[in-house]
């Protein structure tokens, strides 16, 4: 049996050295050492013979230290104990304190009355190879970084009271470490051990991905006859397993009733995240096609013709299910995220009350892995969970963001890039292809028939701004054939969207973000100043904002309240202002010579009757030899050109309208299917919208073309979504009329 003694300071033994150490004490149970010599300091020996309640009328801390190494384990060592190592024991008899109090996992636990504990905790490392769930001891904590094991034991203080030595003697013999239900038991009443560190929880389970769809119109195809009749719908019965990393802790608390309270808790301060990268995502074999069944058998009545997926070539199959599984492991790993970032420091990510008595072999499984860091199996029956929170035998779910994030569900959005013109799913399917778009979380099935492929997103500028630009203006085709009546739909809504991502995310950066959210009315300028100066920089972001526009706001763009085609100095103003409220004149002198430009009605006025063209520098501030000049210039004539192209667009685009709807004269369109005069004004738009496509001056370097939709269409029906690292922000405005007017 290993050697276990106590000593003071100068190494002399004291009368606690004897320690009845059984097969109770888990320092028993997993030394792979051969002593344990601990070291107190003289303010533990003058108290040790007095009872806990006097030795500390209030909570109280003594810093013990090791004498020589020492290695708990299972097969091979895996706790690392050194001489440098913090060894803390902690008193508290103080009754309704918080045993916690201080401590960086915050979920409280009180003291009961008559109560008293004594604790020690050990701060180790865990190393020499072992790491995740390989071990007893690892608890999924990472591989050579640090760990904190700590056994809090209850004592009575109001009779049979211990003193300060003997129920330190008690607490070191019956010594708990959480690593099996084995050592469960072990526990008496009120007692709490736990493990601490820096690692990953795997968990998994079933969950169901709703699909809604964003119907859009290719620019530069054709419109085909018939009714389009797509709906969003939900990808049921898929399987997941997801990583979920940080700074942990496994607490586990024996209660007054006999049962064990299991608790996984995220250190206060930070965020737990889902991991991607060492994440399994959605069970789906990329040979076969039955992901894509799934996800597009949910959008038209019917389905889509098998023919269709049984003629898609291996490398089809191969490609279009990985751009589906990455969108489903996004959705799902950004609906764990929100549930982890709503938690408050002193709420558990899982818990559940353990009875081991009523255990099976299955649920004890669950458990036992579970206290590994493995929580696959336990979340796996979530979704069994009865009235009183029942999982399985034994098992009771408390509470779990696995189960939350799986109840509020997972949303992937799908833009299909083309159906409008094609009508059926089963033409897109015919030429066409799946893109997952990482900064939105969306994915895009795209028409490839008369149009450019833009393939995989891989590049984080070129490729990403390729479909920003795809996806505009096939909401500028979308909003203008819905507004004019030139194709059948039952009721048509389509999104514009704005997205993008960093690597290395700056103040500067999540600015910007917040910024976009302040004009898109998602945030006030309060809040957006304090995400900005919380935020911690260096770490990866991305960002998506959102205008959604229905048949009435399809309206609102063209038309005014009266009915009339607006105006293109309207559109100009609309655009003037748009782009003033996504300029920071504090962002620089460039910046601020922009924003003074358009801020001054005369100045502006001026510039549009100029024009952009070189012209616009007698409205700088600064001489032709001012280093400044030709930069300020380039950016204000590309500012003019960007607005006026919108409005003459929008204007042309009204006008179109305009005589559609005067052609039809209230039918319905479905009737005219045949009728050539209607033919040939439904060509009429498509090649004046293509036309405009060609013209246009828009950057995309920021969401100019969606502010000016959003404002055009009433100000009404914004949404976005921002992450970046432990901050996630998901916010939706408002969207009825009269909300938007009163703005």
Not at 31 to 42: F, I, N
Not at 302 to 307: E, I, L, R
Not at 694 to 701: D, T, V, Y
Request: proline fraction near 5%; charged fraction near 20%; charge should be negative.
């Amino acid at each position: 049996m290993p050697d276990f003694s106590i000593a003071d300071s100068l190494g002399n033994p004291t009368d606690i050295s004897k320690i009845n150490w059984t097969s109770a004490s888990s320092l028993l149970n997993y030394a792979k050492s051969e002593s344990l010599h601990l070291l107190v300091v003289p303010d533990f020996i003058s108290r040790k013979d007095k009872p806990l309640t006097a030795a500390a009328p209030d909570p109280t801390t003594f810093h013990f230290s090791i004498q020589h190494d020492f290695q708990l384990g299972s097969a091979t060592p895996e706790v690392d104990l050194t001489p440098n190592s913090t060894i803390t024991l902690t008193v508290n008899a103080t009754s309704g304190s918080n045993l916690f109090d201080g401590d960086a996992f915050h979920v409280p636990v009180k003291v009961p009355p008559q109560t008293g504990y004594v604790g020690l905790s050990l701060e180790g490392s865990l190393d020499l190879g072992v790491s995740g769930t390989s071990g007893d001891l690892t608890f999924g904590i990472d591989r050579n970084t640090g760990i904190t094991i700590e056994y809090l034991k209850a004592f009575p203080v109001d009779r049979n009271e211990p003193t300060l030595g003997d129920a330190t003697a008690e607490m070191l013999s019956s010594f708990v470490i959480p690593a099996g239900v084995a050592d469960l038991d072990r526990l008496g009443v009120n007692d709490v051990c736990s493990v601490s560190g820096q690692g990953s929880l795997q968990v998994s389970g079933g969950v169901s991905v709703t699909t809604p769809v964003n119907p859009l119109a290719s620019v530069n195809l054709p419109l085909g006859t018939g009714t389009l009749a797509i709906q969003g719908g939900a990808m049921a019965g898929l399987s997941v397993s997801f990583t979920i990393s940080g700074s942990y802790q496994i607490r586990v608390l024996r209660l007054p009733g006999g049962a064990i309270q299991l608790s996984y808790l995220r250190e206060a301060g930070t965020t737990l995240k889902t991991d991607l990268t060492a994440s399994a995502g959605v069970s789906v074999d990329l040979g076969t096609t039955d992901l894509l069944a799934k996800l597009l058998g949910a959008f038209e009545k019917g389905g889509v013709d098998p023919s269709v997926l049984s003629s898609l070539s291996p490398d089809d199959v191969g490609d279009f299910t990985a751009a589906v599984k990455a969108g489903v492991d996004h959705s799902v790993a950004a609906s764990i995220d929100l549930a982890l970032s709503a938690q408050t420091d002193d709420q558990a990510a899982f818990q559940y009350e353990i009875r081991t008595e009523l255990l099976n072999d299955d649920s004890r499984r669950a458990v036992e892995r579970a206290l590994k860091g493995d929580l696959t199996l336990i979340t796996a029956l979530e979704e069994n969970a009865e009235g009183d929170g029942a999982i399985a035998p034994g098992i009771r779910l408390l509470n779990s963001v696995f189960s939350t994030a799986r109840t509020k569900g997972a949303t992937l959005k799908v833009n299909l890039l083309g159906i409008v013109n094609l009508i059926s799913m089963t033409k897109l399917m015919n030429k066409c292809e799946f893109l997952f778009e990482p900064a939105s979380g969306d994915l895009t099935i795209k028409e490839t028939a008369q149009s450019e492929k833009i393939g995989a997103i891989t590049d984080p500028v070129k490729k990403q701004d390729a479909l920003r630009q795809a996806l505009y203006y096939s909401v500028l085709a979308t909003t203008t054939y819905v507004a004019g009546k030139a194709v059948t739909m039952p009721a048509l809504a389509c999104d514009a969207t704005y997205f993008t991502l960093s690597r290395n995310t700056d103040k500067q950066t999540l600015a910007g973000y917040t910024n976009w959210f302040v004009v898109l009315s998602l945030m006030t300028p309060d809040e957006r100043a304090g995400f900005v100066t919380h935020f911690d920089e260096g770490v990866p972001s991305r960002c998506a904002v959102r205008t959604h526009l229905d048949d009435t706001l399809c309206e609102a763009l063209f038309f005014d309240e009266q009915g009339k085609v607006r105006p293109v100095s309207e559109y100009q103003e609309i655009g003037r202002q748009a782009l003033k409220g996504l300029l920071d004149p504090a962002n620089g002198d460039i910046d601020r010579m922009r924003y003074q430009l358009l801020d001054d009605s005369s100045k502006w006025t001026r510039a549009v009757q100029i024009g952009p063209s070189p012209a616009l520098g007698d409205l700088l501030p600064l001489s032709t030899s001012d280093p400044q000049f030709n930069l300020v210039l380039a950016d204000v004539t590309g500012d003019l050109a960007e607005i006026s192209w919108w409005a003459a667009g929008m204007q042309k685009a009204g006008q179109a309208i305009e005589q559609m709807r005067t052609f039809l004269a209230g039918r319905d369109p479905s009737s005219l299917a045949g009728d050539p005069g209607f033919a040939q004004r439904r060509d009429g738009l498509q090649k004046l919208m293509l036309g405009v496509v060609a013209s246009s001056k828009l950057r995309f370097h920021e969401p100019l073309g969606i502010v000016c939709l959003f404002r055009a269409a009433g100000s009404r029906g914004s949404s976005g979504e921002i992450t970046a690292g432990s901050l996630v922000i998901q916010r939706v405005g408002v969207t009825d009329a009269a909300a938007g007017a009163s703005r």
